[in-house]
């Protein structure tokens, strides 16, 4: 029904909004380092503002329309044999890059299920926002629980080692003379991402260690 060049574009598009969503999460998260009230009151603030619902919505959608569209160009890309036109690129990536190239869907599936989790037990959850770090710590303090967020800030990190230089190709930001650069860049942004959500993780369970 659509172009592979349309799906690319909200796929593009979708990932850019998440992107910036996930940014913008983990500045808030990393307020726990500054105390809890800190980010009780940032979390008060966030709940009082008009554009929350509209925000939340945008977040929500761009997740569906994400993983919908890149489902398919996966599935349009493996009926058309398209994974080998990149074997002989692949070839001069580094081991992690080849396994976050090869491992997009999969990776994905799992930040899905990760996401499931996560909101099931954090935002729908009924809880008052003033009490968003007791919810945080006692939620990452218990094991299983903390193994799955590390596990789902290390997907992140490869998801997006690999989805940021897709994303940037697709809205045609792509510069042949700057693709290591841009790839280094990509891969910082992604691992450092990850290692901010498992800082949390780490935080909440530093007098526990
Ligand atoms: C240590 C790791 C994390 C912590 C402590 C955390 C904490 C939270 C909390 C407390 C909420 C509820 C916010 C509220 O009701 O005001 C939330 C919502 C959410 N989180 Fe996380 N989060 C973490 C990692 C992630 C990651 C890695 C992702 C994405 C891959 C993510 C995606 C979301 C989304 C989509 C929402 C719902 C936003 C909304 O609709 O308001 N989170 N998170």
Same mark, same amino acid.
């Given at each position: 029904?659509f172009?592979?060049?349309?799906?690319?574009?909200?796929a593009a598009?979708?990932?850019?909004?998440?992107?910036?969503?996930?940014?913008?999460?983990?500045?808030?998260?990393?307020?726990?380092w500054?105390?809890? %009230?800190?980010?009780?009151?940032?979390?008060? &603030?966030? $709940?009082?503002? #008009?554009?929350?619902?509209?925000? %939340?919505a945008? #977040?929500? *959608?761009?997740i &569906?329309?994400?993983?919908?569209? #890149?489902?398919?160009?996966?599935?349009?890309?493996?009926?058309?044999?398209?994974?080998?036109? @990149?074997?002989?690129?692949?070839s001069?990536?580094?081991?992690?890059?080849?396994?976050?190239?090869n491992?997009?869907?999969?990776?994905?599936?799992?930040?899905?299920?990760?996401l499931?989790? $996560?909101?099931?037990?954090?935002?729908?959850?009924e $809880?008052?926002?003033?009490?968003?770090?007791?919810?945080?710590?006692?939620?990452?303090?218990?094991?299983?629980?903390?193994?799955? @967020?590390?596990?789902?800030?290390?997907?992140?990190?490869?998801?997006?080692? $690999?989805?940021?230089?897709?994303?940037?190709?697709?809205?045609?930001?792509?510069?042949?003379q700057?693709?290591?650069?841009?790839?280094? #860049?990509?891969? &910082?942004?992604?691992?450092?991402?990850?290692i901010?959500?498992?800082?949390?993780?780490?935080?909440?369970?530093? *007098?526990?260690?």
């Amino acid at each position: 029904m659509f172009s592979n060049m349309v799906l690319k574009l909200a796929a593009a598009l979708s990932g850019l909004v998440l992107i910036l969503f996930v940014g913008f999460h983990l500045t808030t998260n990393l307020l726990l380092w500054r105390g809890a %009230e800190a980010l009780d009151r940032a979390a008060i &603030a966030l $709940h009082n503002q #008009v554009w929350l619902p509209a925000a %939340e919505a945008i #977040v929500l *959608t761009a997740i &569906a329309v994400h993983f919908l569209t #890149v489902l398919i160009l996966a599935w349009r890309n493996r009926q058309a044999r398209g994974p080998q036109a @990149y074997a002989q690129w692949q070839s001069k990536q580094t081991s992690w890059l080849r396994w976050a190239a090869n491992s997009t869907v999969i990776s994905g599936s799992g930040l899905a299920v990760f996401l499931l989790v $996560h909101l099931q037990g954090m935002r729908w959850r009924e $809880h008052d926002p003033s009490q968003t770090s007791s919810l945080i710590l006692q939620t990452l303090q218990q094991p299983a629980i903390a193994l799955l @967020y590390g596990l789902g800030a290390a997907v992140l990190a490869l998801h997006l080692s $690999h989805g940021l230089r897709s994303m940037a190709r697709s809205l045609g930001l792509f510069y042949p003379q700057w693709a290591i650069a841009g790839q280094r #860049v990509a891969i &910082a942004i992604a691992i450092g991402l990850g290692i901010g959500f498992i800082s949390i993780i780490a935080l909440a369970n530093r *007098t526990l260690i």
